[in-house]
Every structure is written in structure tokens, then in C-alpha cells.
């Protein structure tokens, strides 16, 4: 029997060399857009497939694209490209993208609302096979509001006319109390979840006396309490100028708003040359006082020794202090470089 089953053995094992060892051609290799739905996974020598695109997506050339499955294993050769087709970007979307005017099959587009507005129409849209688009852009329309309460003893009034019943969202109020009271907070809105800031408290506000400033003093004002809006208005000493609003308002915090700041002027010391101020160049003896303002600006003139010319440099004055271009040199500058005249 052993050698019986050894010549079984041979010949099936003789069998399945000659069958396998016939060429076959594998699945073609193919670019993105070509159709594989009817593409196999194996085919016989002498088989032809004809590739075609996809739906959504335009051929090369228009003649019909034949692959051919050689003896040597290998598919003949093919110069099929498949295009996408586009769709043209929304009119209110072009500006987010510079340059671009149409977009590829199967682009997907996700709509959003900014926070207080809601959305009509679809929030999302895909670029079809025919180049339009499955939705048109929805529209992003302002949350309501209905008209916000008044205070007890007050009122509210808008920012902007209104002759509904209701305001949209992102329009403000201020509210006002009868006098001499004061609202605990002056300002509402329409909020995005749709409803309107609750009305504040009136309440009696009183500011304490106003207090004086350093290098400046009260005008026009009489040293006592005051009510909720009245003011005080400040002035500066000579010499000094005021940074900020010259009238501070008593808050419905029971408190002063901002006052303002006497800044100082500056000194311009140097004793000889020319300077360019306010537009005009001057001899430093035409400036009386030899003082600036804060923060106006005063040019120097350095000289450049191997050019032999001058150049400006500016500074600036700030709350007394107006510092010297290192390259100054005080005793023979003037505009043109070349020494006083």
C-alpha cells in the first residue's frame, strides 16, 4: 500500500502545481473617482474590464477606457482621470474663502447661528453629483425679546426707537428712576435665551463731598453732598494740564466716577540751538516759558559728524519729564547741523 498512497500523493500534488501555477491579473489599481462596484477580485488572462467614473465625477477623455488582463499578469495600461464635479460656493459663504468660487462633489457644508439667533432652513448642505447643492443656506433670524418691565418708580428707555411689543436680541435699554432716586444698575438687554433684564431697584443715592485733586482744584462746585448725576468739574494749577474728563459724576454706586489728572508740563533745558515745535523749527530763546505740555512732542537736532548735517529726534514731554537725545549737544546745534547762526 505505501506505494500506491506515495504515487496518490505525487500526482495531486503535480495537480495543483499546474493549476496554480497559471498567470492571473488581480483587481486593477485605480484613482480615486473610477467606479470598482463591478470589479472583481481575480480575473483570467485575455479578460477585458471597461472603467468608467463614478456619479458626480467627469471622465478625461469621452471613448471608452479597456484594460486587458495580460499573460504576464499585468493589466494593460490607462490614462483614465476622473474629475470631480463642483459646486459654486453660496454668495454669503464667498467672502470666508478668498480666491475660491466652487467647491468639490461630496463637500459637505455645516450651518451654524451665532449665539441669539435661530436658525431657518436646513443646517446642513452637500455638494450633489450635479453640482447644486441639496439645501440653499438657512437664514439666522434675531431672538425676541418682549418688552422689558419698567422699575418701580422709574422707567426704561431704549436704544432705539421701537413701536412693537417686542425688541430683538442684542438691543439695550438704560433705565432711569424718578429723581432724586437711583436704579441699582442702569442697563438691560435682550438676551439670547429670549428674555429681558429684570428691572433694577430705585433707591436714594447720595455721593459723599468731593474730594480735591493733587495740583488741581474744584470749580464751580459747592463743597457738600451730592445726589445721584450731579456733578463737580476740576481745573489744574499753572503749569499743569488736565489728563481725563474735567467733570466726575456722582454714580448710582454712591460713588465718584473717574476724576481726572493734573499732569505736568515740562521743561525744555537747554540753553542754546534750535528746536522744531508745533510744526515750526524755533530758536529754544522764542520758547516763553521754556516749558511743553504733557505729552506734547519736542524735536531735537543731532548732528551726524561724518555726513555733516543735522537730524531730528522727538520727545516727549510726560508729567514733567522730557528727556535729552543722548546725541544732543546742546551748546552749538541748530536745524541745518552746522552750528548756531
Known amino acids: 500500500m505505501a506505494p500506491l498512497l506515495f504515487l496518490l500523493l505525487l500526482c495531486q500534488v503535480t495537480l495543483y502545481t499546474t493549476v496554480t501555477s ?8 485605480v484613482t480615486d473617482g473610477i467606479d470598482e462596484s463591478s470589479l472583481k477580485r481575480v480575473y483570467e488572462v485575455g479578460d477585458e ?34 474629475t ?31 449665539e441669539g439667533y435661530l436658525m431657518n432652513g436646513a443646517n446642513k448642505s452637500n455638494c450633489l453629483a450635479d453640482g ?25 428707555v431704549l436704544d432705539k426707537a421701537n413701536t412693537g411689543t417686542t425688541t430683538m436680541y442684542g438691543q439695550g435699554w438704560t433705565y432711569e428712576c424718578n429723581p432724586p432716586k437711583a436704579p441699582s444698575f442702569e442697563r438691560g438687554e435682550c438676551m439670547a435665551d429670549g428674555t429681558a433684564t429684570e428691572p433694577p ?28 448725576k450731579e456733578t463737580v468739574k476740576y481745573a489744574c494749577n499753572d503749569n499743569y494740564m488736565l489728563d481725563g474728563q474735567a467733570e466726575t459724576q456722582c454714580t448710582n454706586t454712591g460713588k465718584w466716577s473717574t476724576k481726572p489728572v493734573c499732569r505736568a508740563s515740562c521743561l525744555v533745558n537747554i540753553n542754546r540751538g534750535r528746536i522744531l515745535y508745533n510744526g515750526r ?4 530763546a522764542e520758547l516763553k516759558p521754556k516749558r511743553v505740555l504733557h505729552g506734547e512732542h519736542v524735536a531735537f537736532y543731532c548732528k551726524n559728524k561724518v555726513e555733516k548735517c543735522g537730524y531730528p529726534v522727538t520727545s516727549t514731554c510726560n508729567d514733567g519729564t522730557l528727556a535729552l537725545p543722548e546725541c544732543f549737544q546742546g551748546k552749538c546745534q541748530s536745524v541745518d547741523g552746522h552750528g548756531p547762526q
Open 49 to 82: 474590464v471597461t472603467l468608467t467614473c463614478e456619479l458626480g465625477y467627469t471622465p478625461s477623455t469621452a471613448a471608452p477606457h479597456k484594460l486587458a488582463c495580460t499573460p504576464a499578469g499585468q493589466w494593460t495600461a490607462t490614462d483614465l482621470a476622473c
Open 132 to 156: 447644486t447643492w441639496s439645501h440653499p443656506p438657512p437664514l439666522c433670524k434675531a431672538v425676541n425679546c418682549a418688552l422689558p418691565k419698567p422699575p418701580r418708580d422709574g422707567r426704561f
Open 281 to 284: 523749527k524755533i530758536w529754544i
Open 22 to 29: 497559471k498567470k492571473v491579473c488581480g483587481r486593477p489599481l
Open 201 to 228: 431697584i430705585c433707591r436714594d443715592v447720595s455721593c459723599s463731598i468731593p474730594e480735591e485733586i493733587p495740583n488741581g482744584f474744584i470749580a464751580f462746585a459747592v463743597l457738600r453732598t451730592h445726589g445721584y
Open 84 to 114: 470631480p464635479r463642483t459646486c459654486p460656493i453660496p454668495r454669503s459663504l464667498q467672502s470666508l474663502v478668498p480666491g475660491r468660487t466652487t467647491v468639490p462633489f461630496k463637500t459637505v457644508l455645516n450651518y451654524t447661528c451665532d
